[in-house]
T-cell receptor
Framework: DAGVIQSPRHEVTEMGQEVTLRCKPI?????LFWYRQTMMRGLELLIY????????DSGMPEDRFSAKMPNASFSTLKIQPSEPRDSAVYFC???????????FGSGTRLTVV | DQQVKQNSPSLSVQEGRISILNCDYT??????FLWYKKYPAEGPTFLIS?????DKNEDGRFTVFLNKSAKHLSLHIVPSQPGDSAVYFC????????????FGEGTQLTVNP
């Protein structure tokens, strides 16, 4: 398996633009997590899905953020409109039922100017 | 509310010596703890874990200690090697957290040759 695949690796966008981050989890993993890494707060959980259903989105900072998982092999995190304070590295991770050992993707470094 | 805290943003040690990374948590319902290692431009990778029914778990050069009464865990690396230089994240899960993990801010370990 190729692991968790995220795209793009880097994204530079102007304030106010829409940004879409993509994730393909490991096949057979039924949990998918979106995390954001910042210097101040480390890895923050934004939202997670179980069997494609959002379970907890309490970490989503504002209504500007939305996430979907239309099927077991794909998820998106969208920011509209983007702001400079959204600049961070966004990680997607997946895991199997009942296991804590997440597998992370390589992340998307987002820069909003 | 930061439920998992790593109070040392950085640690520098000499090759061959012991590295001790610390982590504190506030939620007494956590029952599973993990350490992840992260190299630049990569996602975090699982390193070692410990269940709350244990107070020590060892894997080669890496040992994790858990002190439940103090709500404290630590990662010992002996002997430290330059390739261990990375950011180390402490994470906790279980109890009412379900399958989600709560991460600390991370500690940058630098092992000098």
């Amino acid at each position: 398996d190729a692991g968790v695949i995220q795209s793009p690796r880097h994204e530079v966008t102007e304030m106010g633009q829409e940004v879409t981050l993509r994730c393909k989890p490991i096949s057979g993993h039924d949990y998918l997590f979106w995390y954001r890494q910042t210097m101040m707060r480390g890895l923050e959980l934004l939202i997670y899905f179980n069997n494609n259903v959002p379970i907890d989105d309490s970490g989503m900072p504002e209504d500007r953020f939305s996430a979907k998982m239309p099927n077991a092999s794909f998820s998106t995190l969208k920011i509209q409109p983007s702001e400079p304070r959204d600049s961070a590295v966004y990680f997607c991770a997946s895991s199997e039922q009942g296991l804590y050992g997440y597998t992370f993707g390589s992340g998307t470094r987002l820069t909003v100017v | 509310d930061q439920q998992v805290k790593q109070n040392s943003p950085s640690l520098s040690v000499q090759e061959g010596r012991i590295s001790i990374l610390n982590c504190d948590y506030t939620n007494s319902m956590f029952d599973y703890f993990l350490w992840y290692k992260k190299y630049p431009a990569e996602g975090p990778t699982f390193l070692i874990s410990i269940s709350s029914i244990k107070d020590k778990n060892e894997d080669g050069r890496f040992t994790v200690f858990l002190n439940k009464s103090a709500k404290h865990l630590s990662l010992h690396i002996v002997p430290s090697q330059p390739g261990d230089s990375a950011v180390y994240f402490c994470a906790a899960g279980g109890g009412t957290s379900g399958s989600r993990l709560t991460f600390g801010e991370g500690t940058q370990l630098t092992v000098n040759p």
